[in-house]
Structures are given as structure tokens and as C-alpha cells.
């Protein structure tokens, strides 16, 4: 079964800076996409940023330019580096993979609180 973990999650004043990690069980080489998705209270989950595994990534228009997705194949792990964070990014943030194949699986971390305070 696959695990996701992400760590790095805190409380961080507005124009602070803050890195996720998501460290998988297994090689992400097994995984077509990757990355990050958050959720605020009363909000519905939304896609932050993702990487395939040929390291296209695709950010929401919210946090370009401020956010950042890389990988570490050798530590089997995926960063979130989220500068000049904001008020609205706080929330609670998750880890996902998506497994190659036909029929795909999706994986899903436990998922890490950002608060950013004003």
C-alpha cells in the first residue's frame, strides 16, 4: 500500500516563506503525476500545483509566481516551496499521486496545516 507523508507545515507570517515535503513509500517513478492540492475551511479542495513524471508542472493562476514544485527521485519525495505566502493560502494542504496504468490509482497524504497570519 502506498503511503504519502507530508511534513513541513506551520505558522508563518503574510510574506513569509514555508517548504512541504511529501516523502512516498515507494519510487514516484511508479507515479504518472504528482502534487499538491489544499483545502480552506468552507472551501472546496482545489489543485495548487502538480509535476508529471517528465517534469511539466502545471500551477493555479493564484500562486504563480510564487510558489515552486520540484521532485527528488533518489529520496522519493516532492517539495512544495511557497514564498511571499498570503492570508488566503492558508489551509490545510495534501499530497497526491496518481499511479501509471490503464486503470489508475490515486493516493492521498493525511495533509499538513499552513496558516499564514496577517
Known amino acids: 500500500q502506498v503511503q504519502l507523508v507530508e511534513s513541513g507545515g506551520g505558522l508563518v507570517q503574510a510574506g513569509g516563506s514555508l517548504r512541504l515535503s511529501c516523502a512516498a513509500s515507494?519510487?514516484?517513478?511508479?507515479?504518472?503525476?504528482m502534487g499538491w492540492y489544499r483545502q480552506a475551511p468552507g472551501k472546496q479542495r482545489e489543485l495548487v500545483v502538480s509535476?508529471?513524471?517528465?517534469?511539466?508542472?502545471n500551477l493555479a493562476d493564484s500562486v504563480k509566481g510564487r510558489f515552486t514544485i520540484s521532485r527528488d527521485n533518489a529520496k522519493n519525495t516532492v517539495y512544495l516551496q511557497m514564498n511571499s505566502l498570503k492570508p488566503e493560502d492558508t489551509a490545510v494542504y495534501y499530497c497526491?499521486?496518481?499511479?501509471?496504468?490503464?486503470?489508475?490509482?490515486?493516493?492521498w497524504g493525511q495533509g499538513t496545516q499552513v496558516t499564514v497570519s496577517s
Open positions: 497526491y499521486a496518481m499511479s501509471r496504468g490503464i486503470n489508475p490509482n490515486n493516493y
Open positions: 515507494g519510487s514516484i517513478f511508479s507515479f504518472v503525476l
Open positions: 509535476i508529471t513524471s517528465g517534469g511539466s508542472t
